[in-house]
Every structure is written in C-alpha cells, then in structure tokens.
C-alpha cells in the first residue's frame, strides 16, 4: 500500500450569472479541493459542501485533515469508506484517490472499475429559479438545448413550466422543486407537469414528508435527490420514487456512486447523475456515472465565468470527458 501526503485548499469560482434556487442564491461557487502524493505521481478531488446538509468550508477542510495521519500510514480507498462519513469531504479524498491509482498504474478509471470506454454524453442546462417571465427569456434562448432542467420553488411553478414551454416547444423538460412543495401542490401540479410534457420531477417534497408520496398517483416519474444518498437509502424509497439522483458530494465519492448504481438497478429505479455546482474536476468522476443514467445534470462548468483546463468540452449540451491530465 503506498503512504500518501496529503493537501487541502479552499477555491473561490465566480459564477456567470446569479443561481438560484428555492434555497437561495448565489453569484459564486465554494470547492475544496484535495491532493494526494507519493512524490511521484498526484492525485486530486474536488468537493463542494452544501449548507443544506450542515457542511461548511471549514468543517471540511478539518475532516479532510483528520485523515493525514491515516493515509500517511497507508490506509486505501477502501480503508477512507469507514473513516470517512459519506459527505463532500470523503469525495475529495475517494476522487483524489482514484485519480492517484489511476495515474500511478497509467489506466484510465473507467478501465480500473471495469466499464468500458466513455462516450459524450448530453447533459441537461439548467434555469435559475425566477418568474415565469425571467425564465421564458432564458429558455427561448437556451431553446435548441435538448433538455432543460428548471428550478422551481412552489407557488407560480405551473405558469413557470408553462412559460418555459412555450419558449422552448422542442426541448425536453425536467424539473426540480428542491423540496419547496407541499402535499396540496404536488397534487395539484403533477397533472399540470404531465400536460406541459414535464418528464421528471425531482425532489417534490421536503426530505421528512417524502413518506406522503407513498400511494399517491405519479403521472410524471418522481426523483429522490435530497432523500437519497447512499446504497442503503434505495430499499426505503422505492416505494415513493421511481428514479434516484446520484450525486458525488452526497454519496462520500465515486466509490460509493457506484454502489448506489447497483443497488438502484437491482430495485428496477431508474437513474439521475447529478451536481452541485463545482468545476470540471468534480465533473469528471461524475461524467463516469452518466455512462449508465437517463438523464445527466453535470452542467456546472457552463454555470461558471470560467472552467479549469483540461476540463470537460462542451459541444451544446454535448459533453466529452475530462482531459486526463485533470483526472481520471
């Protein structure tokens, strides 16, 4: 086993354009990034900690340091899935390394956990949440993207919908209410997505009223977000979902992303691959995951004012793995 040196460093990425969500906005992104080295060959994971889930820059870099001493003496990837709560911090270091292994044996990821060659995927483009009116013009805009991922926040979701539809007749639409509905208006907007052409809906309801959506009538597929993050998660939700999001910064790293792959396959759910909103070094690992979903939101890169090198290329809505040199 090799004994590693570890670093951690804070980053600041300013956005494009505000992001907003029913939680909030923002005009800037917060990564934590981690590095792992043997003095020859280096590995790196990129983080992003989301207030939601109690994580914060601080907290992170501090759990990330915690384990120094533990991968100086040898610990594995394996080792860090047990010293290591599955959150943002354990994806920096079990995507550090991974991309370690992968450059100290020169085989690309995808071959070390034996999936074939990756292909260009095509990713949703995702609308901050706003008026019916804000999001119409940036959908008429955004019109010739295949799939358009709307933030939504509760009441006025329907005329939301409704605008960005006449705006973009031909894209295919998801939406994401960030837990923002209640039980009332996810039976009264449910139809209404059905009607707009709406082919999934995630995260309806807050995380500790899911179990309500247990019998109700889902005329679009539902996705858990919020409520699912780990391989153990799927069992309890299957009752209510039809679809999970994976997301790295939820499930503690790839590692564990692809154990929610497989738990997710064998209760017959369907799969999203999701983001928060980082840099192409986050992506990357994810852009592995995509392989294997329906849909695929990894379009943080575009949210940015500007991207890593090397990061992921972006064709439209079309994208193509990272360069090797940044991960993987």
Not at 66 to 74: E, F, I, K, M, S
Not at 138 to 152: F, G, I, S, T
Not at 215 to 222: A, E, I, S, Y
Not at 288 to 317: E, M, N, V, W, Y
Request: charged content about 25%.
């Amino acid at each position: 086993m090799s004994k590693l040196t570890l670093t951690v460093e804070a980053e600041t990425w300013p956005l494009a354009q505000p992001f907003v969500i029913s939680r909030g906005s923002r005009t800037e992104t917060h990564v934590v990034v981690a590095s792992v080295t043997d003095g020859t060959y280096t590995g790196r994971g990129e983080a992003v900690p989301n207030v939601r889930y109690g994580e914060s820059i601080e907290q992170t870099i501090a759990e990330i340091e915690a384990v120094r001493q533990a991968l100086a003496d040898g610990a594995t990837r394996q080792d860090i899935q047990t010293l290591m709560k599955a959150n943002a911090a354990r994806n920096a270091v079990d995507c550090a390394l991974w991309d370690y292994e992968a450059k100290s044996k020169g085989q690309p990821v995808w071959r070390l956990i034996g999936h074939g060659p990756q292909r260009q995927i095509i990713t949703v483009y995702t609308l901050s949440l706003g008026t019916p009116e804000s999001m119409a013009e940036v959908a008429k805009r955004e019109q010739d993207r295949p799939v358009l991922k709307l933030k939504l926040g509760g009441e006025g979701d329907v005329e939301r919908v409704a605008a960005v539809r006449a705006a973009a007749p031909k894209a295919k639409l998801v939406v994401d209410a960030n837990e923002a509905w209640t039980v009332e208006q996810f039976k009264a907007f449910m139809p209404e997505m059905a009607r707009l052409g709406v082919l999934l809906v995630e995260q309806p309801l807050p995380q500790a009223d899911d179990h309500q959506l247990r019998g109700l009538p889902r005329p679009v597929p539902v996705c858990a977000d919020e409520s699912c993050h780990v391989a153990t998660d799927v069992e309890g939700l299957s009752d209510r979902y039809d679809f999970i999001n994976i997301k790295l910064d939820k499930s503690g790293g790839l590692t564990e992303a692809l154990a929610l792959l497989e738990a997710a396959h064998s209760r017959g759910m369907g799969m999203m691959v999701g983001c928060m909103v980082g840099t192409s070094l986050g992506m990357a690992p994810t852009h592995l995951i995509a392989q294997h979903c329906a849909f695929t939101d990894i379009d943080a890169p575009l949210l940015l004012a500007k991207d890593r090198p090397g990061g992921l290329r972006f064709h439209g809505s079309h994208a193509a793995p990272a360069t090797p040199d940044l991960w993987g």
